[in-house]
């Protein structure tokens, strides 16, 4: 099971950090990833980490802004999300792929978070 946390509501210009709790005791088996969901849109593609956290991988749209990182030791990972614009605003979810390597799909995630709304004000 995966517990999305961290989201509220934030001026332009400011920051949130997301986290994500997994249950079990295989987390490092696993990549992970964050999409995000706006009202009326597909859910898209925002940070994805590999097992190990050797390697990240960022939608265009964040790149520069947010960070993706994981704690293997505490079955958890994060969103570091700097530098927010009113077009963040969305439905933030964690999911995770019992491969070792990243996904930018959703279709690619077999297992996801119940999602933490972040609501960005201008």
């Known amino acids: 099971q995966l517990q999305a946390s961290g989201g509220g509501l934030v001026q332009a210009g400011g920051s949130l950090r997301l986290s994500c709790a997994a249950s079990g005791r295989t987390f490092s088996a696993y990549a992970m990833g964050w999409f995000r969901q706006a009202p009326g849109k597909e859910r898209e593609f925002v940070a994805t980490?590999?097992?190990?956290?050797?390697?990240?991988y960022y939608a265009d749209s964040v790149k520069g802004r947010f960070t993706i990182s994981r704690d293997n030791a505490k079955n958890t990972v994060y969103l570091q999300m700097n530098s927010l614009k009113p077009e963040d605003t969305a439905v933030y979810y964690c999911a995770a792929r019992r491969v070792r390597g990243g996904a930018t799909s959703p279709s690619d995630y077999a297992y996801w978070g119940q999602g933490t709304l972040v609501t960005v004000s201008s």
């Open positions: 980490i590999t097992w190990s956290g050797g390697s990240t």
